[in-house]
């Protein structure tokens, strides 16, 4: 672990600030809301944050999607700063929360401040004895993201060797995630790779997401998010094996080539390379059902884990194994929280 040198993986996202608690009935049914729901926030939800936190004891933690795989990264490793994230909050308490917790998990978060806009949040009701969660996202400060910050901050991307970004920051800021990719092009020994994140990133931002696939060396997705993709590619196929593939093998600047790792929650994790006939299917060893609290952040954690070996040099299986290790940790635990023992070893 000692040439583990600081800085090495740059991460690009929305941070939120997840905020969760326990919730009654009632409180749900005043705001309308759904207890097995994900939704964005309107106007209705305005005051939703600050009656959560009067009524009820709030939990904190530093989320959004790519925060969290970069938390899960910083809590395998046990040395801080391994990773850098970026994104946009605001100049607030919750940004202030924001900061304080990441740094605390180890992370070098260097975000853009916005002074007009508040923390972008996600609030997560937990209702119904731990079993139905209510998700809220209000994305907030984490839409100001712009190049500039980048730009202004070009060392920690020069410092970097292997890049990081979610689906969801092409709806941000296109041509800070087409800045990375282009960066990693044209350093030999650096990495590009990319979430699919979300059904509607390949509906909706199909042009920016295509673009960057172009310099994908590692694409990370879910079995909805791939079909997703086969669906914007219009390969006539549910066979995810063939979808992996058929990823894998689309037009792609890198010499090397591409890696397509899909996961399908309790059943097998794929891996689809460049060059290579066969899909690797990776067994995913049963959790026992009443062990599971829930499984929001699992598939943030499994590429968190996949990375936490990758910074490493480890092969391919490891790092699949690593992932599959810190996606069920986390469905063990309310949100995307890790336990406080970390047992992987290999
Ligand atoms: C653009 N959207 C909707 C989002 C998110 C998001 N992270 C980035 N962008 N909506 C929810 N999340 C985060 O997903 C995690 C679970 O995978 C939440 O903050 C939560 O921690
Ligand atoms: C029974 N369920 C829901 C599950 C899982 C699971 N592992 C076992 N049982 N749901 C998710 N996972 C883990 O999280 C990753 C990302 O979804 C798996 O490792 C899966 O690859």
Redesign the pocket.
């Known amino acids: 672990m000692s040439d583990l040198r600081e800085c090495l993986l740059l991460g690009l996202g929305n941070p939120l600030l997840d905020i969760t608690c326990n919730v009654g009935e009632d409180f749900l049914n005043k705001w309308k809301l759904k207890a097995n729901d994900a939704i964005l926030a309107d106007e209705s939800h305005k005051n939703l944050n600050k009656e959560m936190v009067d009524t009820y004891r709030c939990e904190y933690i530093a989320g959004g999607s790519c925060q969290n795989t970069l938390r899960t990264v910083q809590w395998m490793l046990h040395k801080p700063n391994i990773c850098t994230f970026m994104g946009g909050i605001g100049d607030d308490h919750f940004g202030r929360l924001m900061s304080e917790n990441s740094k605390a998990q180890g992370l070098n978060a260097v975000y853009r401040i916005d002074k007009t806009v508040p923390t972008g949040t996600c609030a997560c009701l937990i209702s119904q004895g731990n079993t139905c969660r209510s998700l809220v996202a209000y994305l907030g400060a984490s839409q100001t993201f712009d190049i500039q910050h980048l730009l202004a901050n070009y060392s920690y991307v020069e410092k970097a060797k292997i890049f990081y970004t979610t689906g969801y920051h092409l709806a941000v800021s296109a041509d800070s995630i087409m800045n990375l990719a282009q960066h990693a092009h044209s350093n030999p020994g650096k990495l590009f790779t990319m979430n699919l994140s979300a059904p509607y990133i390949s509906q909706a931002f199909s042009k920016q997401l295509l673009e960057a696939y172009l310099y994908v060396d590692i694409l990370f997705g879910?079995e909805t998010e791939a079909d997703a993709f086969a669906e914007l590619n219009g390969w006539p196929t549910k066979d995810r094996k063939v979808i992996a593939k058929l990823a894998a093998d689309m037009e792609c600047r890198r010499k090397s080539g591409r890696t397509v790792v899909i996961?399908?929650?309790?059943d097998s994790?794929l891996v689809a390379k460049t060059d290579c006939p066969d899909v690797k299917e990776f067994v995913?060893?049963?959790?026992d059902?009443s062990l599971?609290v829930d499984?929001i952040g699992?598939?943030d954690?499994?590429v968190g884990g996949f990375f936490a070996q990758l910074v490493r040099n480890r092969e391919l299986e490891v790092c699949v194994e690593s992932?599959?290790y810190a996606?069920?940790q986390v469905?063990q635990q309310i949100g995307a929280h890790f336990p406080k023992d970390m047992t992987f070893d290999k």
């Open positions: 879910n996961t399908q929650g309790k994790v995913v060893k049963a959790v059902e599971i499984t699992a598939g954690a499994f992932g599959i996606a069920q469905i």
